[in-house]
């Protein structure tokens, strides 16, 4: 089975860090861009920031710049998310997402809950 699995989430105070991990299996890791998507309460998804399946194109969304930090390590086939100085208004579920052409793959999200 091909799976995508979001962890590393928790609560944490303004201005602490928190690092998200994004497993895969089942899948050629290195050939798939990943994604992380992050959804708060009753608001859309937003993307936050993506990796190419080479690594060699990296975006963040304005709103984490400076802050956030994507990486991945194929070995381990994991995307990670390093969220540092993090605010209230950070507070969703993240969620991973993993493409190739026209194939779109979601794992469950992680709770980040940012408290003032």
């Known amino acids: 089975d091909v799976q995508l699995q979001a962890s590393g989430g928790g609560l944490v105070q303004a201005g602490g860090s928190l690092r998200l991990s994004c497993v895969a299996s089942?899948?050629?890791?290195?050939?798939?861009?990943i994604a992380w998507f992050r959804q708060a309460p009753g608001k859309e998804r937003e993307g936050v920031s993506c990796i190419s399946s080479s690594a060699v194109r990296i975006i963040y969304a304005d709103s984490v710049k400076g802050r956030f930090t994507i990486s991945s390590d194929n070995a381990k086939n994991t995307v990670y998310l390093q969220m540092n100085d993090l605010a209230p208004e950070d507070t969703a579920v993240y969620s991973c997402n993993a493409v190739r052409g026209t194939i779109s793959l979601w794992g469950q999200g992680t709770l980040v809950t940012v408290s003032s």
């Open positions: 089942g899948l050629t890791f290195s050939d798939y861009a």
